[in-house]
């Protein structure tokens, strides 16, 4: 007999494990959430929150997206990513960043109701966590994974109480590891990974200091220092995140992965902060210090029958593009919807596969393009000069040589300027977070083909009702003109199939199958005199259907089914994709 029983169990209350709990509770299914510490992150890591990612919490309640954006940096103080010798000295570049670029911020407002925002982790943990715990989930700090087994029927996972030593059982139907980047639980299942960990070893000073007066003129999140002649493979390249603008900051440092980690006490901090600030009289007030391994690891597949992972125990790979904690709640999202079916009995366990067929490819995508980012900083060295010597004086003489008027002067500068342009594809990178597209029996596609890039698919994302593509979002309006993102009327738990004038019987529909199966599907019928209106046009737009036809929507908001016109038996129609769907 087990000490305690739940539906569904989580290992770790990071910004995965909280999620999904959050989720959970807000779906009515019982769940347990547990972390091996007394209390959630200490140290602010994740920061950069992307669109889609506010588009869950808002999905979670107004009151969540509206506590994420009271805590966070607005988008519009991330803007200029700066690259300079010090935060005194000489600036060599900028880059509009993070959507705020005129032509970016023009399709951020286009692609979604929400704002990407600089949301420390110490604010989104605490925010889902609570957020969970407020709506029935049962979390025991202190208590740390050490195995399980699974059966038939469900998992029996042990744990230990590190308050008193005592080891518990906990009996539940399926068990989520969102125990990060050293999953026991990913290695317990003997999940398959590709890559490897421990590629580079970076080192994060936290510290208060008030910078204002290098950056308040220029706010950014991120201030690249390059200087010849810091200890870093020869290149010395350190950065200063803004935590708090503009007095809390987190210097990152790499140092050799082969040599031991080094100590960091205030005096080896205050010399690393007052080198990049380029300030020698700089006070700081210490906070942490504390060292992380660059990793380059995804798992290939992401569960056993009752067991899943998520978060960074199934994608491990550097902070580049910000994508760790937005990719490990999205994933949150994706597996909640598929847990509270199939423990209502209300999908069949092929539902639950398409987890991994859906998100793994996800997984193999950031973790691939977090570590391309990396090199992409090598033009920027080679443009200033930095990767011909290791002796600091020569690499200033190359990198001064900019400054000359000869034609290999003016070359060197388009070559920096490109240089920087190119690392758009760290820093405004729109459409690898927008643009997640899912193949799985959980989308029915009927040969519907994937419509043609538009554009640089990385960079842009681009708006479709193609099954398998996250719903696109214009502004609806009910009777009294207030206006609804179209992503607001989907979500909350529930399958949405928007139509149109002519498509009315798509309710019926819908309710007949809900009597059948016991899953409800929400209806919006969109045109003039209906409770959904559409006065600026835009959906009949981007609907990529007629009148008649339908977009239908999962929990999660992605389109599983499109037709285009109102085919000749509806219902039939409704319950062979919902039978489909639900496997
Ligand atoms: P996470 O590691 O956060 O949480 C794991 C949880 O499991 C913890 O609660 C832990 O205590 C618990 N646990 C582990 N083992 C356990 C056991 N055996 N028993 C019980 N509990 C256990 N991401 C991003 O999206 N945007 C960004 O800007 C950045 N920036 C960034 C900067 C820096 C410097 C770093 C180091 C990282 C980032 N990241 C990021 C990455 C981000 O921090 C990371 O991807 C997320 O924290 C991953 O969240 P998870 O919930 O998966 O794991």
Redo the contacts with the bound molecule.
């Keep these: 007999m087990a000490d305690i029983t739940t539906e569904v169990l989580i290992?770790?209350?990071?910004?995965?494990?909280s999620a999904c709990a959050a989720l959970l509770s807000s779906y009515g299914i019982e769940n347990v959430a547990?972390?091996?510490?007394r209390w959630?992150?200490n140290t602010p890591?994740?920061?950069?929150?992307n669109q889609r990612t506010m588009e869950v919490l808002r999905d979670l309640g107004h009151e969540v997206e509206q506590e994420a954006y009271m805590h966070a940096t607005e988008q519009e103080l991330m803007g200029n990513n700066v690259f300079c010798e010090s935060l005194a000295g000489e600036e060599l570049g900028r880059l509009n960043s993070w959507g705020t670029h005129p032509n970016s911020k023009a399709e951020h407002l286009l692609s979604s109701p929400t704002f990407m925002n600089d949301l420390p982790?110490t604010f989104m943990e605490p925010l889902l966590f609570k957020t969970a715990c407020s709506r029935g989930t049962q979390a025991r700090m202190s208590?740390?994974?050490l195995s399980h087994t699974e059966d038939e029927t469900g998992v029996t996972t042990t744990c230990r109480d590190r308050l008193t030593g005592q080891t518990l059982t906990v009996r539940s139907k399926y068990l989520v590891g969102?125990?990060?980047?050293?999953?026991?639980v990913a290695e317990n299942c003997g999940l398959p990974f590709e890559g490897k960990m421990g590629v580079g070893g970076?080192m994060?000073i936290l510290f208060r200091a008030d910078l204002s007066k290098y950056v308040a003129h220029r706010p950014s999140v991120l201030y690249w220092v390059m200087q010849p002649g810091a200890n870093v493979g020869g290149i010395g390249m350190g950065l200063v995140r803004m935590v708090r603008p503009w007095n809390e900051w987190?210097i990152?440092w790499g140092y050799d992965i082969n040599q031991p980690a080094p100590e960091v006490d205030a005096a080896f901090a205050t010399k690393v902060a007052r080198q990049l600030v380029g300030d020698p009289d700089l006070e700081i007030e210490l906070l942490s210090a504390s060292v992380?391994t660059v990793n380059d690891m995804y798992a290939t597949h992401m569960q056993t029958d009752r067991v899943f992972i998520?978060?960074?125990?199934a994608h491990r790979h550097p902070?580049s593009n910000?994508?760790?904690?937005?990719?490990?709640i999205q994933d949150a999202y994706n597996l909640a919807w598929k847990l509270a079916l199939s423990v209502r009995g209300q999908a069949g366990p092929g539902l639950l596969k398409t987890y991994s067929e859906e998100r793994a490819p996800v997984a193999k995508q950031i973790v691939t393009r977090a570590n391309q980012s990396i090199g992409e900083f090598g033009p920027i060295f080679e443009a200033l000069g930095l990767l011909g010597s290791v002796d600091p004086v020569k690499m200033q003489e190359n990198m001064d040589k900019r400054c000359n008027t000869d034609t290999a002067a003016e070359a060197q500068r388009e070559a920096l300027r490109n240089a920087i342009a190119f690392k758009k594809y760290e820093f405004d990178c729109h459409g690898v977070e927008m643009n997640q597209r899912y193949s799985s029996q959980a989308v029915v596609r009927d040969d519907q083909p994937e419509p043609a890039p538009n554009d640089d698919m990385e960079l842009h994302y681009q708006p479709t009702t193609w099954p398998g593509a996250r719903l696109p979002h214009c502004w609806l309006f009910d009777a009294a003109g207030n206006r609804h993102s179209t992503l607001d009327l989907a979500g909350k738990g529930r399958f949405t199939l928007f139509t149109g004038i002519g498509g009315e019987v798509w309710q019926q529909a819908a309710e007949s199958v809900e009597e059948e199966l016991g899953i409800k599907i929400a209806v919006h019928v969109i045109g003039p005199r209906m409770a959904v209106q559409d006065h600026l046009g835009d959906w009949a737009r981007i609907r990529e259907t007629s009148d008649t036809g339908a977009v239908m929507t999962r929990p999660d908001q992605h389109v599983c089914y499109r037709i285009a016109a109102l085919p000749a038996d509806p219902l039939a129609e409704l319950r062979r994709v919902m039978t489909t769907i639900l496997a």
């Design positions: 290992i770790g209350t990071g910004p995965a494990g547990i972390n091996r510490y959630l992150a890591r994740a920061h950069i929150t982790q208590t740390e994974y969102a125990d990060g980047g050293n999953s026991l970076s994060n987190l990152v992380w998520m978060g960074d125990a902070p910000g994508l760790g904690s937005n990719t490990s």
